[in-house]
């Protein structure tokens, strides 16, 4: 029988294997942050180890810095501190590390991909959940706490249990591919299968709605992999993925070659089977907009709120979670999204701060200003797509419009830098998580795409972006 | 392990609320602690004692790979986790690093078990006995695999057995 094409990077990987044991997997790249690697390189130290290969580490620091002006000194010490300690423990085991003044700081998600060090058939690994943004480029990509992050420095390997096989097949075309995105396909994908529905699963995305989309937009779909619960989400790699990587600053010297390899091997055969299917239908699918307090708490645009009772189907557990949700966001069953006023407006993070995404956005924001009872900024996902959209004056369009155009790192999208929403204020996000107190201590987050997130900033409400002219 | 239980009867209790993200940067676990739930229960620390068990529901510990939150509840006195169903990284989380169980149960468990309930697990039976209410229940056993990280004491003391 055939195999997917987990199951042949799983297999390429595996060190030791053994009846009713985890199996030991080799990990290719090791990508380490400021948040969960200082008790990872205590612990070496504690126990005397190195770190088993540096040259297939690399770091950044993204979670805590600041995006606002980078020559003044930090004003929050305990994140001052963090960084600090990635500087020493990269200086002290050897670690390649790219600092808040490298022209190639930004996400760990977004630099991996853009610098060539993120490549198909390896296995990744980093202490973050959204690693499996790398799964786009057909990477078996995990993310793993603190004490696996320790295990992989000492090692490059990790005792896992193997996961079950889900594909999830996007068939038909998008309409209107400007107004509907990568976005709008994983949050409907989340909606159905629910926030646990891919749980002790690698998503394998799949089909012609699929293959249409841009490197870019393959990420947002990976990216949003965890919040249906999975382990990891891929993509087969195809020509557009070649394309992407190749002549990056660290694509192998050998790269052609291995594209000859990639090309016949990392793809699922015809015969194989999974474990489990989902299809989803794009032909008519609407934006998307998050209206409770997990991602799969999402309604079309042109939809009302639902009732705890349309949203549960039953379940009491539901229910009751859809009415702490409407209490926690102050919104009740039947408002219309587009009737719904925002107060700020953050686009960026891993999920959405590449540089189409602010291509994209830009078409809305050209021309226009930002509502006057609106806070709107952009922060670039590294400081590589910050400088190619500057080249291509996109930091003025943002500029004009009011927009408040920053420095690179995860910024608004998790509340540990100075970045955050006020309690009770509304967001319009490009981020991955509206969970309660997410983007800041009673801060309420509407997860959607960038050109949603640009029309709500002009507006100051929701629109259906469908009704612009995006072309 | 005998403990008493907290009970928070609602599915997807995330990350973000067991200890947000603005903590992240406490490197003191004692400090950690101090807190753990706060984004949903900020009564949970005049509740909370040595020895406590959570009940809660589907899909427990979803989000971020912060391994704060397992450190965080366990540096509470929470000794064990007891859920419909457990997100992967938080459950991996919690037991690389040996901070407490993670226990699957079933609904008869759920829905049998109240807030303040005495129990008593039995890990080696896969029995949870309610001494509040005198019923049994029992627990979803660990994986050959995850019993084996745990009878080891985590990730770093875990070795394969030997041919």
Not at chain 1, 421 to 430: F, I, K, N, V
């Amino acid at each position: 029988m055939g195999k997917t094409l987990f199951e042949k990077i799983w297999e390429s990987h595996i060190v030791v294997e053994k009846q009713n044991e985890p199996d030991l997997i080799y990990i290719d790249r090791h990508l380490v942050h400021e948040v969960t690697s200082p008790q990872a390189f205590d612990g070496l130290r504690m126990n005397d180890r190195k770190v088993r290969r540096p040259d297939l580490t690399i770091a950044t620091m993204d979670h805590n810095v600041p995006t606002t002006d980078r020559s003044l000194p930090m004003l929050d010490q305990t994140s001052s501190i963090q960084i600090k300690t990635l500087e020493n423990n990269c200086k002290d085991f050897g670690i390649k590390l790219f600092d808040i003044n490298s022209p190639n700081q930004g996400i760990v998600h977004v630099i991996g991909p853009q610098l060539g060090i993120t490549l198909p058939g390896s296995t990744i690994v980093c202490g973050d959940s959204h690693t499996s943004t790398h799964g786009a480029f057909g990477a078996l990509a995990l993310g793993i706490g603190t004490s696996e992050v320790e295990h992989v420095l000492a090692s490059q390997t990790l005792w896992l249990e193997k996961p079950k096989t889900f594909e999830v097949r996007v068939e038909g075309k998008r309409k209107n591919t400007h107004a509907v995105t990568a976005k709008d396909i994983i949050l409907s994908i989340i909606k159905n299968i629910g926030t646990a529905g891919g749980t002790g699963t690698v998503i394998e995305y799949r089909g012609e709605g699929i293959s249409d989309l841009s490197m870019d937009q393959r990420m947002t779909i990976c990216n949003m992999s965890i919040e249906g619960g999975a382990r990891a989400g891929l993509i087969a790699p195809d020509e557009k993925t070649f394309d992407y990587l190749r002549n990056r600053e660290y694509t192998p010297k050998n790269y052609e070659s291995l594209v000859n390899s990639w090309r016949d091997d990392l793809k699922t055969d015809s015969d194989a089977t999974f474990d489990k299917q989902f299809i989803l239908d794009i032909n008519d699918i609407a934006p998307q907009v998050s209206w409770g307090t997990n991602p799969g708490m999402t309604c079309d645009v042109d939809e009302p709120i639902p009732s705890p009772d349309e949203f549960s189907n039953g379940d009491p557990n539901q229910k009751k979670g859809a009415e702490k949700a409407l209490e926690y966001m102050d919104l009740k069953p039947g408002t219309m999204i587009e009737d719904i006023k925002i107060d700020r407006v953050f686009i960026g993070s891993c999920t959405n701060a590449r540089l189409e995404d602010l291509i994209e956005a830009s078409k809305i924001i050209q021309g226009q200003k930002v509502d006057s009872n609106v806070s709107a900024m952009v922060v670039p996902g590294s400081q590589m797509v910050k400088k190619q959209a500057e080249e291509m004056g996109l930091d003025k369009i943002f500029i004009d419009a009011n927009f408040e155009w920053r420095e690179a790192g995860c910024s608004m999208c998790l509340g540990m830098n100075p970045d955050i929403l006020s309690p009770g204020e509304r967001c319009a996000s490009t981020s991955n998580r509206n969970f309660e107190g997410r983007q800041g201590n009673g801060g309420r987050t509407h997860l959607v795409s960038p050109v949603m997130a640009a029309a709500a900033a002009i507006n100051g409400h929701f629109v259906d972006v469908r009704k612009l002219d995006l072309n | 392990m005998r403990g008493n239980i907290i009970k928070y009867p609602r599915d997807n209790i995330d990350t973000d609320v067991i200890i947000p993200g603005q903590y992240l940067k406490v490197h003191d676990y004692a400090e950690l602690a101090t807190h753990a739930m706060e984004g949903l229960d900020p009564d949970f620390h005049s509740k909370v004692k040595e020895g406590d068990f959570i009940l809660s529901g589907k899909n427990f510990g979803c989000g971020s790979s912060r391994e704060h939150a397992p450190i965080a509840l366990s540096h509470c006195g929470v000794k064990a986790i007891l859920a419909l169903s457990f997100a992967r990284i938080f459950y991996r989380n919690s037991v690389d690093g040996a901070f407490l169980l993670p226990i699957e149960i079933d609904q008869d468990a759920y829905d049998g078990i109240s807030e303040g309930d005495e129990i008593n697990i039995d890990v080696s039976k896969n029995e949870i006995k309610n001494i509040t209410k005198n019923q049994t229940y029992k627990m979803k056993p660990f994986s050959e695999i995850i019993g084996k990280i745990i009878a080891a004491g985590g990730l770093f003391k875990y070795k394969p057995d030997q041919d």
